[in-house]
Nanobody, 122 residues
């Protein structure tokens, strides 16, 4: 497992942008697929995006396609989520996760960060 720490959350107006970062510990970061999920109050944790170990493959939830971009820098042990055209319904706690295969299910990932709050005002 790896330890993950998210950052970059905050308050932004609708239509604005934010970039989230997730820093991973350890020298095995490059072996892991990485994902981003989010959880709004009273709702389940939902998949947003994932990227393969080498960045060659990405998958996105329909709700964020064309607005969010996932990327990674294996030299820096960091995965990013660039978010544009933010909407109030994007408000949630955002979590990054690491797993051994690229997927979109919670069970595809076995290491999780503590989350970072993103609030989009209307």
């Amino acid at each position: 497992q790896v330890q993950l720490v998210e950052s970059g959350g905050g308050l932004v107006q609708a239509g604005g942008s934010l970039r989230l970062s997730c820093a991973a510990s350890g020298r095995t970061f490059g072996r892991y697929a990485m994902g981003w999920f989010r959880q709004a109050p009273g709702k389940e944790r939902d998949f947003i995006a994932a990227i393969s170990w080498n960045g060659g493959g990405t998958i996105y939830a329909d709700s964020v396609k064309g607005r969010f971009t996932i990327s990674r820098d294996n030299a820096e042990n960091t995965v990013y989520l660039q978010m544009h055209s933010l909407k109030p319904e994007d408000t949630a706690v955002y979590y990054c996760a690491a797993g051994l295969r690229l997927g979109s299910r919670l069970t595809d990932f076995d290491s999780w960060g503590q989350g970072t709050q993103v609030t989009v005002s209307s």
